[in-house]
Structure formats: C-alpha cells, structure tokens
C-alpha cells in the first residue's frame, strides 16, 4: 500500500507543487486588506487633506480583490482536481489487486467488506488528502505569514498574547482527538457490518420474499442502521467538541486583543489604524485553526483506512505474468496426469482430495460424479491453479503444473463453471467473456450449439441485448446454456464442465451433449456431474467420495461393479420411470 500510494503521490506531485503556489500567493495577497484598510482609518483624522490617498488605497484594497480572485480560482480547481485524480487512480490499483489476490486470500473477505473498501476508505484518504493540500497548506502557509505580519506590522507582544490561547487549544485537540479516532473504528466496523447485510438481503431478495421474511430481516436492518447511527453520532460528539474548542479560543484571542491592543493605542504604542488591521489578521487564522480538528479527524479516519487497505495489498497476488524458465512455447495438447495427490485448504486440518491419481489423454474424456463435498470443485480448481498445487503432483504434457505460466495454462483451458455467473451487460460479451478475436459469425454458432440461439433472437435486441445482474432476467436454463456457449466459442485444447447442465430438460440436454461431443473430438475433456446421463458416454470415469476415488473405469464396468456408481444409476433410473409414469 506504502509503495502503491507513494507511486501514486508522485504522478501528481507538479499539481500539488502548483496548487500549494496559489494558496502561497492567495494567504500574502489576503494580508493586505487588513493592512490597507488600516492605513485607510488612519487618514480618517483628516479626510479633506488625505482625500486622494484614502481613494488610492481604496483602488489598491480592490485591486488586492481582484487578485485574490484570479488566485483562488486556479487553486480552487486543483483543489478538487488533484485528489480526485489520486482517488481513481487508487481504486484502479485496489481493483487490479483484488484480480491477482490468490483464491485462498479472496474468499475469506465478504461482499460488504469488498464495498467499504472501495466506497468508504478509499474515500476516507480521499478527504484527508484534500483537507491536507487544502487546509493544511493554508494553516502552515496562515502561520507564518500572518504571524510575521503581526509581529513586524503592529507588535510583537500583543501578537504573543493574543496567539497564547490557540497553543492551548491545540493540547486539548491532541486529547480529544484519541477518543475521535475509538469512536471512529466502531463506526467503521458497524459501517460494515451493515453493508454487509444489505449486500446479502438483495442477493437473497427472492428468497426472502418466497419465505415472507421481509419483516425479519427489515428488523435485523433496523436494529444494524441504529447501532451505526449511535456511533455517527459519537463521532459527530466527539467532532463537534474539537470545533467548539477552537471557537471558545479565538473568543479569548479577540478578547485579549480588545484588551491588550485598545491599551496599547491609548498609550501610543500602536495607532487606531494598527488596530484595526490586527482584528483583521486574526480573522485570518479562524478558518485555519478551525480546520485543525476536521484535518485531525480525518486524518484519524484515513489512519484506519489506510491500515484495512494495507491488509488488502499485502495479500499475497498470482504471479500470472510470470515465465518459468522450462517453458515451452506450444500450445498445451492436453494430456493430464495427476500423481498422488493430497490437498488441504489453507489454515484447515481436513483432507479434501486424498490420495488422487488419473491419467487422462488428449482426445479422451473422464467423467466425475460424486456425493456434495466429495472434491470434485476442489480438482478442478486445482488443474486451474487456482489452489497452490503441491510439485510433482499434477503434470500437463509431461510439464509439473506449476513449471507452466499462470497465463498460458488458463488460456489453454475452457473451464464452465458450475455457477453460471452472467455480468451486467450484453449477451455478445456474456458469451466472448470479454475476449476480442472473435467474428459475428462464430458467436453466432457457438450459441447454436449450445441451444440458446432461438431464445436470443426472440430478445427484441438479439445478441446485443443488455441482461440484468447476474441474468436476473434469463431463467436458469437460459443462463446455463449462455454459460455453455463460451465452450464453443474458446479454442483450448482442455475443456471442463462443471455441473453444467444441471438446468437443462433432458431434450436439450441431450442436444447440447451431442454438440459437445463434436466439440471435445481431438481434445481432452472432463465432465463433472450428479446425473449418470452426462457422463456415461465418457472414455473413463470416477467416483469420488469424501475426497477419495473409490470407483474408476467405463460406465458398462462400473454398472457391472454394482457399487457406488450403480447405486447412483438405479437412483436415476428409478426417478424417471416414476415422471414416464
């Protein structure tokens, strides 16, 4: 994250240099008025005599407007520019991070967690940056001008005196600001917790509904919303405190002005004018001081965000752009074996893949059916690296796994995942998955072969027809079939299906299964189901249970073997002669 944001700091490190010039300019310009408008009382004693000079100093007084404008505008806009610019760069390199997250890191973190980074701590910093390139400058830049202006313009100790009050202030904004920053982190928390929620109650809306749950859960959002309003409003407690120590100290700093100045110009020391003028380079630091607290907090909350956000880029990335110094330029033909091979999850004492040995050659396909849990997923996600595979364990055309680039293994392999998981956008790219190269043409033939061509053209925008999240507005069978027609449209040389066609009636099923047929001719192909009737074709097959192969071989041995696998076939079986009948 240090490096992340340092990089990005520099991109915009002349903007900033640039904006900190303006507000320079824009502080030494704002302490002429006071001065100007002293000299102006001053010649007041004697207005006919000092006619001409009172006019002089008033255009000088509106000349300095002028100024000030054509300064701040500049400033005003680099402003908003500079963190604007420095928020989207950051949340392109936080997107780009949660893409090359390894698997075992990414799934630990929630959807609502995932969201408060984006929205709510990349925004945090946002504010903080601008508050400090803004305000902060402008304090520091107020400081020290202003104060010089006091002390050689007017006097040295009515400057001291009436500045004692914010070194006060300050010591008690230090206090305060340790309670800002525990209210802060609850805040956080409960800020995510409710997100959280919200995320799951409208993925899961149509089950509520089909439950009438909603007045549970609209409880449960209620009882969330109340815990995070409670503690917005111990920061805003907490906040308003800072705020208004800083305006009971500039009460006693023009308190001892008054005081202190009207005695001075009673005794001579300092004129009227002199005065006046120093009123008004007090009013210079209100707006500075009175920023103090809000820079103080944000940067207590920035603090925060910054920590979460250094969780997320310390997370350990695939090395996909990698090259292994074996590699091999062609293209993988597709020859699987897998060794003896033994996984466990991360931080997790149970086996889930015990013991696991297949051969598979190109052009054959293995078909795998087990119980729920038996670690059918976990193979596949194992053959896609998506795990870290142990050496010497699962080899492809003779390589170890993990001797192939990242890049080059994926490309080579179709994987249809058991998810059906459709973007937000048209059918054209649901079915290219955001690959280029490829005609109208042949996406037009992929979603023929896979059965979803006649719906598409039924859509008042064909294939360029915008779906809703996750195809809300296909049914299941539709999603499943758009999902299936990526296999006829991906050139690999290894392709897997993974409970694919779980959705699909047995007429189209059986259709889809022949196109694949014709697909997988020449390739390696691996078909993961619960149904016998999507694998019983398949050159070899495996019965996986509880993460061990306990049955392999054709489905003609396997029925012979009457074990687990006939157990799943008489199960079938018996289920559609009850729908014949």
Not at 152 to 162: D, R
Not at 173 to 179: A, F, H, P, S, T
Not at 458 to 465: E, F, L, P, S
Request: overall charge positive.
């Amino acid at each position: 994250m240090k490096k992340v944001l340092i990089k990005i700091l520099k991109k915009y490190r002349f903007a900033s240099f640039i904006e900190a010039f303006f507000i320079l300019l824009n502080i030494y310009f704002l302490t002429y008025p006071p001065k100007i408008i002293g000299q102006i009382v001053d010649l007041l004693y004697d207005i006919e005599a000092n006619k001409s000079l009172i006019i002089t100093k008033t255009w000088y007084l509106l000349g300095t407007c002028v100024l000030l404008l054509a300064v701040r505008m500049p400033w005003r806009w680099l402003t908003g520019y500079v963190p604007r610019s420095i928020e989207k760069d950051l949340k392109n390199k936080l997107f780009e991070q949660f893409m090359k997250i390894k698997m075992t890191n990414i799934q630990n973190i929630k959807n609502g967690e995932l969201m408060s980074y984006f929205v709510k701590d990349i925004t945090e910093i946002r504010q903080f940056i601008y508050k400090l390139t803004s305000h902060g400058t402008r304090i520091v830049f107020t400081a020290v001008i202003a104060t010089y202006t006091m002390m050689s313009g007017v006097n040295v100790k009515l400057t001291l005196a009436t500045l004692c009050p914010i070194v006060i202030t300050v010591f008690l904004i230090v206090k305060i600001k340790e309670y800002l920053e525990r209210s802060f982190r609850k805040s956080q928390k409960y800020f995510t917790e409710l997100s959280e929620y919200v995320q799951e109650s409208t993925d899961a809306i149509r089950t509520t509904k089909a439950y009438t749950g909603e007045t549970n859960q609209l409880k449960e959002f209620i009882r969330k919303n109340r815990r995070l309003r409670e503690s917005n409003n111990s920061v805003d407690v907490h906040a308003t405190l800072l705020s208004t120590c800083v305006n009971i100290c500039f009460g006693l700093c023009y308190g001892i002005s008054l005081l202190y100045g009207s005695n001075l110009v009673l005794s001579g020391q300092i004129t009227t004018g002199d005065f006046v003028a120093f009123n008004g380079y007090i009013g210079l630091f209100v707006g500075p001081v009175q920023w103090l607290p809000s820079i103080i907090s944000r940067y207590k909350r920035a603090q925060i965000s910054y920590k979460r956000l250094d969780q997320v880029f310390n997370l350990e990335k695939e090395k996909i752009s990698t090259r292994s110094v074996k590699e091999v330029e062609d293209a993988i033909n597709g020859n699987i074996e897998i060794k003896s091979l033994t996984f466990n999850y991360p931080n997790t004492i149970e086996t889930v893949l015990n013991d696991i040995n297949i051969n598979i050659q190109q052009g054959e396909t293995l078909g795998i059916i087990g119980t729920i849990g038996s670690g059918k997923t976990t193979l596949m996600n194992l053959l896609l690296r998506l795990y870290q595979v142990p050496n010497g364990k699962i080899y492809i055309d003779g390589k170890d796994i993990n001797e192939i680039p990242l890049k080059s293994l994926r490309d080579n392999i179709c994987y249809i995942t058991q998810d059906n998981f459709l973007f937000s956008t048209t059918l054209k790219e649901n079915v290219k998955l955001f690959k280029d190269g490829f005609d109208e043409e042949e996406i037009k033939e992929s979603t023929k072969n896979a059965m979803i061509y006649d719906d598409i053209e039924k859509m008042q925008n064909g294939i360029d027809t915008v779906i809703g999240e996750r195809g809300t507005d296909l049914s299941g069978g539709q999603k499943q079939r758009v999902v299936i027609s990526r296999a006829f449209l991906n050139k690999s040389n290894i392709v897997i299906f993974d409970d694919t066609f779980s959705a699909l009636d047995n007429k189209t099923e059986q259709l889809v299964l022949n196109n694949v047929k014709e697909l997988v001719k020449g390739k390696t192909c691996i078909i993961i189901s619960n149904r016998i009737s999507d694998i019983k074709d398949a050159n070899k097959i495996i019965v996986l249970d509880g993460g061990n192969i306990i049955e392999k071989g054709t489905h003609e041995s396997l029925i012979n073997e009457q074990g687990k696998y006939y157990e799943f076939y008489k199960q079938q079986s018996a289920k559609i002669q009850m729908a014949l009948n």
